[in-house]
């Protein structure tokens, strides 16, 4: 079992609509978890950081999941500039990250 | 401020060849992280370097080693390259006062091996 799974893509979405990417871990010690974004042919840069609690910023909302190792990113009233890979994202400490796959999103007129 | 600066952006290399990349972290961090991304894969972690020491590291083979300096930069160095080795290879910083999760990234090197 990979250590991070996401949906597999890409999501091909209208802009204005809503889309939730999902995620799944599988160390439980795991510490801290993360969404970044990666545009095409870039490197990934931060989108969110990823509380227990749930946490929004902006159009975009993130939940964690501890007991079932899950991690969700809803993203609302999607723009074209949203276009890129999503990158799920854990560490179990010292800062070294285990990225998943990626999800793919496509947002057009 | 000058953010994580990767050197050389692109590298066609033949197999069996060794090859060196260069990362200068962001003003501020004292740790380096290097990935590797292949085509169409999340990027995987190839080892940590806090001072001047290798910290943490992935499962990759012997033949990935690295440095990091007084001043923080780092270099990756891989001998023996296979064709397998073609990536897009990642350095992140992380450190000082933004703390140790945040990490940010270099714009990478496409490294080709043919």
């Known amino acids: 079992r990979k250590e991070v799974e996401q949906d597999p893509g890409p999501f091909n979405v209208p802009e204005g609509a809503t889309v939730a990417f999902n995620c799944t871990y599988s160390n439980s010690a795991s510490q801290s978890f993360f969404w970044y974004r990666q545009d095409c042919r870039k490197e990934p840069k931060l989108l969110m950081s990823v509380y227990s609690s749930g946490n929004e910023d902006g159009r975009f909302t993130a939940q964690l999941n501890r007991a079932s190792q899950y991690i969700s990113l809803l993203i609302r009233d999607s723009k074209l500039s949203d276009s890129a890979t999503y990158l799920c994202?854990?560490?179990?400490?010292?800062?070294?990250?285990?990225f998943g796959k990626g999800t793919m999103l496509l947002v057009s007129p | 401020d000058a953010g994580v600066t990767q050197s050389p952006t692109h590298l066609i290399k033949t197999r069996g060849q060794q090859v060196t990349l260069r990362c200068s972290p962001k003003?501020?961090?004292?740790?380096v992280s290097w990935y590797q991304q292949a085509l169409g894969q999340g990027p995987q972690f190839i080892f940590q370097y806090y001072e001047e020491e290798e910290r943490q590291r992935g499962n990759f083979p012997d033949r990935f080693s690295g440095h990091q300096f007084p001043n923080y930069s780092s270099e990756l160095n891989v001998n023996a390259l296979l064709l397998g080795d073609s990536a897009l290879y990642l350095c992140?910083?992380?450190?000082?006062?933004?703390?140790?999760?945040?990490?940010?990234f270099g714009p990478g090197t496409r490294l080709t091996v043919l």
């Open positions: 994202v854990v560490t179990p400490g010292y800062s070294t990250l285990t």
């Open positions: 992140a910083s992380s450190g000082g006062a933004g703390g140790y999760n945040e990490q940010f």
């Open positions: 003003s501020g961090h004292d740790t």
